[in-house]
């Protein structure tokens, strides 16, 4: 619909904006001021308006005997003119005040403007007559103007005029005269809109257009452009395309209605609040709400009136009011969808932005751009706050200093886009210097160093950190096991598990189904085209086991694959690489230097421009826009071509000819005419030098009754370009007619000769040709027409062409094309011009030509020798392809045997590696060029021809061929027509063969190159290159992915915005590759200004700001982190195999029967400087230590991965040191020592002779003076190495307490694993120090308990000196800020009295984690010195004296720097250590939680068991006691009274016996 509309306009803007034939008035752009408008409309406007109304009157009135049709008018013969109105608003005027009272009165309030699409105050709003007029008359309103909203333009009010076409040209100028004399172009004009409404029957498609003219106090005027267009059959369901595109509106409707029921169960379910926190669902919520607004309205729409009732006699009635009304209803449609349109154009790049934030929940990779942008938003917000606030200084500082001098800054937001523009590359140091020559110059310097250097700098410098922050969580997240699934194959998870999963599955039922019937079909196929066995010939399938052929093989490859990891088999391949790198080099070489010499470079440009710029190179040319332009083009391009003739006389006796500038005649033998361009290319054929083809368009009946009122007729012809395709089948299929209602068949245009002036050198025969058939532009049928060999033949048919209508819409399309050879180079050029006339009346031009050799092997001059030279190439080059059809069969041989021993399938385990695929496109496109070389080698006409003046030497078309094409005999006059269309026919297929054959070299040679970058990849040197590509294919892959649907959903709402009124948005693929040259740089805003500058700024801001600034730095930011983390490894790698190969090499002693070998190879001494254990002799010169390299004085490193153990303490090392390990070997790993120059020996020398005075110390002494080291002291006294000795020599007291602690365990019944750990600690395990080790580091490590458990007296701190929690004051000094100088020259410390301190201090839980770290990173560089060597300089290197002044202070600055990262590795190992304190507490405290919740049950039971037993007891003391007293009244009655059953039955008795 946008490319339609586009169409449209753009002819409306051909028609209006260019030059009206045979009318000299004023243009649009020559309009200054108000009494310029009516001029224009009077003249230029109306011939624009009238210039196709007589012929399209007198055609449709010839179609139809309708009466309604007299006086339409078209644009661009198939959009017809509607209605048209002219609305006028004026400024109102008031009084000047102050001094200039007798000044004449000036415009009301208080704008420098009065836009027309708004209703003002300060208005004009009285009535305007034309002077004279009596208003007690009828005919008064034919000359007054009311103000009035409703006629006028989007009902903004105004004085209107409607005027119908229909009327004529006379009526119009009589109501624009009226317009005037009634002072509705006077100097109170504010603006002026022309609009009018225009209908094309092929499209279906309405447009409402307006030229809005603006004018303001300062006498400036403002054109702009407005274009509408809708579609009043879109609802029509009896058309197809319309049909589906309901059924598709309301599948979107259904679709829509689930998800919002999805987001209302969501809200629902998880509370509003809560669902709205989420991530991404406020923007689901506005897409699928926006997204029904959106169809909703669509229905809305459908109910206005207008697009079910409109009639086009509505417009075309005697009642004004009626017309104005449905004029009104049309317009205020048009304004409708314009609205809707940027609903549309939102809901789009809403839909855009939910769709990436579902997509990158996909995959990690997917959302990585989203995520960058939310990690970098808080400071990207506040850089934005900064940048804005700059730019709006930049902004008004350029509109204050270059407004007035240069356009592209004479608004604020022009401002706003030009600086944009600006930061996107666009250079305008120009127009600024000219704008001011001081300013000019200084802004653009400042800018650019501010924002361009700086500004921006920043800004990608936030992105990478945003970027390195979630890249870092990637990977760390995979790390933990955190693996992205492939977005393709969770996708079909999902599908399979939701209501599609049920089709999925019958379906594959279905398939399964299927593949069982045709199993025995697919089966074959395999086994001949694939080398698969069937099933039941395979062992494995009866057996499930494999076969033995497979597992032979696969044993074969195992092997093999060993094999190759050895270095012989890694130094092989590297020669295979330099040997396929030098072919490649070679094949390459040869491929370039035969397509430099074959295709000769610029002197087949030059060629091709000579014969072609003549005729297109002319402003003719760029102005044509219908057929009327094409048949003046013709006249002076295509007659030009003829304008230097020359003649070519043959000698009848000698046999040569000559040229001479006489008249000559074709149809004399001895001589021939030939058309000169650029005087060395000529025209050569007999009869043509011009060949014209014609696709005649097919008109029918339009039957629609609701449309056929509007249109009587409609073209049938294909939309497509008639000029590549054949369009003639329409003819047979259709009743055809031409515009003017004749009918068109192959009957009507049966050959014919046209009736021309001059004589032709053949008949001039008009005629149809049907496709295949000779004549016609590359026998796609139509009319030919042959314009001759000369001047006047060629103009005298142009001119009969034109008076039978031709150079009209009754063609569709035309091609003028012509052969020319240039004997200086040796090539033949065929040039081509294509017209081709769409539906919407837009006219489409191009010109191509092709320039190619017919002599290969001889003639051509001094081309000779490169056409011999290009013959040796095309040789080599067929060698070393042969070669690369051999590689490719080696190796496909090898995927086969694969496939064979794997059991895999062929073509999925060979084309699924990229390099498989780009060798067999590469092979492909070398075996297509040569091929299609060798098809223009040997074509039978290259080979024949021959061009010869000489009518006894010239070619004959075969005899064959001849009656192939039905061609009549040689001596009939039209044989010689013929000919030449044979001729062009062939020159034809030769240039699309030659240009067949550039397009497979150019593709070849692309090809070709990466082809060598594969085999150049696989150098050392470049294999970093092609493992970043390599390793970041993958997020390559996702971010364009990304990139490529945002700037879809981008595209996607410019499309719709302004599609309509610029050509560079027309259709979806020019608007993505707008916007690609945008990326780029180059950009051209004009037409997207010029309709809205706001929405045009704000869209190319954030295009730029997003995409040029933020996507491409990220995509930059991916490539940097791959290509570092490759870099880093690299070296990595390469230092430590320089390492392994220079300065370590391992010998392996076999000492399961003794240690002969090992004290036979080699002897070993211990130097007394380093205390290292050097090599002393090599005992066996052919020894494993000699085999290996060794020599006296290498250093012993390690033993069985030991580094001093050893040797510690040890005089016979390799008796007593060297111990076997469990398997029996002594594994030695010795290390080169380090090579020092003469000087540096001189020098170390110099130092050493510097002795101390005391030099007579005897040995203690000099021991108690050495200082701690790394190497002598520290690694020996770490917290694990104390660790590990107290744990294999465990003290008496620790063993005692061991005991205890085993006792308190056995009494306790739930501490039962305590227990059988310590009953495997046993002295006699040899796994108890390892156990105790284990133990004491946990208990270290993650507890604040040394041995993991609190003892019996952990409360009281005073006897607690075990708990680590507590750092000891000596194990954590208060240090100065800055370490002294004493400590940085170790004045006064001794490694004797440093051990002796060291041994005492208790070892705490932070020391551990620090030397767990240290360990660490030194096993993880497989070096035990790593950061010592890291950390140390050249300047650190000893001198033999105590360092002093400038040398101290050095010293003392790099030992504080030190300081600091020792004291980050300490902050590091303590936050890890409470970390897991903290864990512990939690631990315990959750632990403690659950005791006192038992405890507290047991406690509650206790009581009401307690309780129970106190009731027991009081009731069983009560009884005893009643018990007691009884037994006593028993025994004796003293006692009796004790009792309480007798002291009551006493008490009863009492008043008995006092009453009686």
């Known amino acids: 619909s946008s490319q339609i509309s586009n169409e449209m306009y753009r002819t409306i803007n051909t028609a209006l904006f260019g030059e009206a034939p045979g009318v000299y008035g004023p243009s649009l752009e020559d309009i200054n001021d108000h009494s310029d408008v009516p001029a224009w409309l009077q003249t230029t406007f109306l011939e624009s308006l009238f210039g196709e109304g007589s012929q399209t009157q007198v055609d449709w009135a010839n179609f139809s005997e309708n009466k309604s049709y007299e006086g339409a008018v078209t644009i661009g013969s198939f959009n017809r003119i509607l209605l048209v109105r002219v609305t006028c608003k004026h400024w109102d005027s008031s009084a000047t005040l102050g001094g200039l009272v007798t000044a004449p009165k000036r415009l009301a309030g208080g704008k420098e403007a009065l836009s027309a699409l708004d209703l003002h105050p300060e208005e004009d709003k009285s009535q305007r007559c034309v002077a004279g007029t009596n208003l007690s008359t009828a005919d008064w309103q034919d000359s007054c103007f009311d103000w009035d909203t409703g006629l006028s333009y989007d009902s903004s009010g105004g004085f209107s005029m409607l005027y119908n076409p229909m009327e004529g040209r006379d009526n119009f100028t009589a109501k624009l005269q009226v317009m005037q004399n009634a002072s509705l172009f006077d100097v109170s004009l504010s603006s002026v809109v022309v609009d009018f409404m225009v209908y094309n029957i092929n499209q279906d498609m309405f447009l409402h257009y307006a030229l809005v003219f603006t004018f303001d ?33 309301l599948v979107c409707l259904g679709m829509l209605a689930m998800f919002l029921l999805l987001e209302l169960w969501h809200m629902y379910d998880s509370g509003i609040q809560v669902h709205f926190r989420r991530s991404g669902s406020v923007t689901e919520m506005v897409s699928i709400l926006i997204s029904l607004i959106v169809l909703l309205t669509y229905w809305w729409i459908e109910s206005i009136p207008a697009y079910t009732n409109f009639k086009f006699e509505d417009l075309e009635g005697d009642n004004p009011d009626l017309i104005a009304q449905a004029y009104g209803e049309l317009c205020s449609i048009a304004l409708t969808v314009q609205v809707h349109s940027y609903f549309i154009a939102i809901n789009l790049a809403v839909v855009s932005l939910r769709t990436m934030m579902l997509v990158g929940r996909l995959h990690s990779d997917l959302g990585l751009v989203l995520e960058v942008i939310a990690v970098s938003s808080p400071s990207m917000i506040a850089f934005s706050v900064m940048f804005m606030t700059l730019q709006l200084g930049f902004v008004f500082m ?84 955190e693996q992205d699934r492939n977005p393709f194959v969770l996708l079909y998870t999902e599908l399979k598990s939701d209501a599609v999963g049920g089709l999925i599955k019958y379906g594959s039922t279905v398939l399964k189904l299927a593949g069982r019937c045709f199993a025995p079909i697919i089966v074959s196929i395999k086994a001949c085209f694939f080398c698969q066995l069937p099933s039941f010939l395979d062992s494995r399938s009866r057996t499930g086991k494999p076969s033995q052929a497979s597992v032979a093989m696969r044993s074969a490859n195992e092997k093999k694959g060993e094999i190759m990891t050895t270095q012989a088999q890694m130094d092989e391949k590297l020669r295979k690489t330099k040997i396929e790198f030098a072919t490649m080099v070679v094949f390459m070489a040869v491929w370039t230097s035969f397509l430099a010499l074959q295709s000769r470079g610029f002197l087949t440009y030059y060629s091709m421009q000579a014969t072609l710029g003549l005729a297109t190179d002319t402003k003719t040319f760029e102005r044509i826009s219908d057929f009327r332009d094409v048949e003046t083009w013709a006249d002076e391009s295509i007659v030009g071509l003829y304008s230097s003739p020359i003649c070519a006389t043959t000698d009848n006796e000698t046999g040569e000819y000559a040229l001479r500038d006489t008249q000559c005649s074709n149809a004399n033998d001895s001589q021939q005419i030939l058309n000169q361009l650029n005087t060395w290319n000529v025209g050569f054929l007999n009869t043509t030098f011009v060949r014209l083809t014609i696709q005649p368009a097919c008109y029918v009946r339009n039957l629609d009754p609701r449309w056929g009122a509007g249109f009587p007729i409609m073209r049938q012809t294909l939309e497509e370009e008639c000029s590549s395709q054949s369009c003639i089948d329409t003819l047979l299929e259709y009743e055809c007619y031409t515009p003017d209602g004749k009918l068109l068949n192959s009957e009507t245009l049966a050959g014919q000769e046209m009736n021309l002036t001059v004589e032709m050198p053949a008949p001039a025969v008009f005629g149809l040709v049907q496709p295949g058939e000779l004549g016609p532009f590359r026998e796609l049928g139509g009319i030919a027409v042959s314009l001759g060999v000369t001047k006047e033949q060629c103009q005298d048919v142009l001119r009969w062409l034109s008076q039978e209508g031709w150079f009209s819409h009754s063609s569709a399309s035309m091609v003028f094309d012509w052969i020319t050879y240039n004997g200086n180079t040796d090539m033949f050029t065929h040039s081509v011009v294509e017209f081709n006339l769409k539906s919407t009346g837009i006219m489409t031009t191009s010109a191509s030509a092709s320039s190619f050799p017919l002599n290969v092997d001889a003639g051509g001059g001094f081309y000779l020798e490169s056409r011999i030279m290009c013959l040796i190439l095309m040789a080599s080059y067929v060698c070393l392809l042969l070669y690369h059809i051999v590689e490719m069969g080696k190796t496909i041989q090898d995927e086969l045997a694969r496939c064979l021993a794997t059991d895999t399938n062929f073509i999925t385990g060979f084309f699924t590696q990229f390099w498989n695929v780009v060798d067999s496109l590469s092979l492909s496109f070398s075996v297509a060029t040569f091929v299609i070389f060798m098809m223009y080698i040997f074509d039978s006409f290259r080979v024949e021809y021959w061009l010869s003046m000489d009518d006894q030497n010239k070619y004959v078309v075969p005899n064959d061929l001849a009656k192939q094409y039905d061609m009549e005999l040689a001596i009939e006059p039209i044989r010689y027509l013929e000919d030449d269309w044979y001729f062009f026919m062939e020159f034809e297929n030769l240039s699309s063969l030659y240009d067949a054959f550039k397009l497979s070299s150019a593709m070849n040679s692309i090809f070709i190159a990466v082809k060598t970058i594969k085999i150049v990849n696989r150098l050392p040197f470049m294999k970093i290159f092609a493992a970043t590509l390599s390793n970041g294919k993958a997020r390559i892959g996702y971010f364009l992915f990304v990139i490529n649907q945002l700037m879809m959903g981008f595209g996607l709402t410019i499309l719709v915005i302004f599609g309509t009124k610029d050509m560079q948005f027309s259709t979806l693929v020019d608007t993505l590759g707008t916007l690609n040259s945008w990326l780029c740089g180059t950009f051209n805003l004009d037409a997207l200004l010029e309709d809205n500058t706001g929405i045009a700024v704000l869209i190319f801001a954030l295009f730029i700001g997003i995409f040029r600034f933020a996507l491409v730095n990220i995509f930059l930011a991916t490539q940097l982190n791959t290509f570092a983390y490759n870099a880093g490894q690299r070296d990595i790698a390469l230092a430590k195999q320089q390492r392994k190969e220079t300065a370590v090499r391992l010998v392996e002693y076999n000492c399961k029967e003794g240690k002969d070998i090992l004290k036979g190879d080699i002897a070993v001494m211990r130097r007394e400087a380093d205390d290292e254990v050097i090599v002393s002799d090599i005992l066996d010169p052919v020894g494993l230590a000699a085999k290996a390299g060794i020599q006296p004085g290498f250093i012993v490193f390690k033993v069985n991965r030991q580094r001093d153990e050893w040797r510690k303490g040890i005089d016979d090392i390799i008796e007593e040191g060297m111990i076997p390990d469990k398997e029996g070997f002594i594994r030695i790993i010795f290390q080169e020592p380090q090579k020092r120059l003469l000087l540096n020996r001189c020098l170390k020398a110099c130092m050493l002779s510097r002795k101390s005075k005391d030099k007579n110390t005897g040995s203690e002494t000099a021991a108690s003076n050495m200082k701690p080291t790394v190497r002598n002291f520290w690694k020996r006294h770490g917290a694990i190495a104390e660790i590990e000795l107290l744990t294999r020599n465990p003290p008496e007291e620790e063993e005692a307490g061991g005991t205890v602690q085993t006792d308190d365990l056995d009494d306790e019944d739930e501490d039962t694993k305590a227990k059988d750990a310590l009953e495997k600690d046993d002295p006699k395990n040899p796994k108890a120090p390892r156990i105790r080790a284990k133990r004491r580091l946990d208990g270290l490590l993650f507890s604040r308990w040394a041995h993991s458990k609190p003892p019996k007296d952990s409360l009281d701190e005073k006897t607690n000196s075990t708990a680590s929690i507590f750092i000891p004051e000596s194990a954590n000094p208060v240090e100065p800020d800055e370490l002294a100088h004493a400590d940085i020259k170790q004045e006064g410390w001794d490694i004797y009295e440093m051990q002796d301190r060291v041994e005492h201090l208790p070892i705490s839980g932070q020391e551990v984690w620090l030397d767990c770290l240290v360990s660490s990173v030194e096993v993880q560089s497989g070096d035990d010195s790593m950061i010592a060597d890291l950390l140390r300089t050249t300047g650190m290197q000893a001198t033999g004296n105590e360092p002093t002044g400038p040398q101290l202070d050095r010293l003392v600055r790099f030992y504080r720097r030190i300081d600091e990262v020792l004291k980050i590795l300490e902050s590091k190992s303590s936050k890890m250590y409470y970390q897991y304190l903290q864990l512990e507490s939690l631990h315990r405290q959750e632990q403690l939680r659950n005791q006192n919740t038992v405890l507290h049950d047991y406690v509650c039971e206790l009581e009401k068991e307690f309780t129970a037993i106190s009731g027991k007891i009081h009731e069983y003391r009560t009884k005893k006691e009643l018990m007691l007293t009884k037994l006593a009244g028993l025994l004796d009655n003293e006692y009796s009274r004790m009792d309480p059953a007798t002291q009551e039955a006493a008490n009863d008795a009492a008043p008995e016996q006092a009453g009686s």
Do not use: H, W
Not at 229 to 249: E, G, P, Q, T
Not at 440 to 447: A, I, N
Not at 449 to 467: C, D, E, K, Q
């Open 217 to 249: 106090f300062a006498g400036n005027v403002e054109l702009k452009k407005e274009a509408r267009a809708f579609n009043l059959n879109v609802f029509n369901k009896n058309v197809s395309k319309y049909l589906i595109l309901f059924v598709l509106k």
């Open 398 to 481: 350029g509109f204050l200093a270059f407004g007035a001098g240069y356009t592209g800054m004479e608004s604020i937001s022009l401002c706003f886009y030009e600086n944009f523009a600006m930061l996107a590359g666009k250079e305008n140091f120009n127009q600024l210097e000219a704008a001011d020559p001081i300013l000019g110059p200084l802004f653009y310097c400042v800018f650019f160093i501010g924002f361009y250097m700086v500004m921006i700098n920043i800004f990608v410098t936030l992105l990478m950190n945003g970027y390195d922050i979630v890249d870092f969580d990637i990977k760390k997240r995979r790390d933990l096991g």
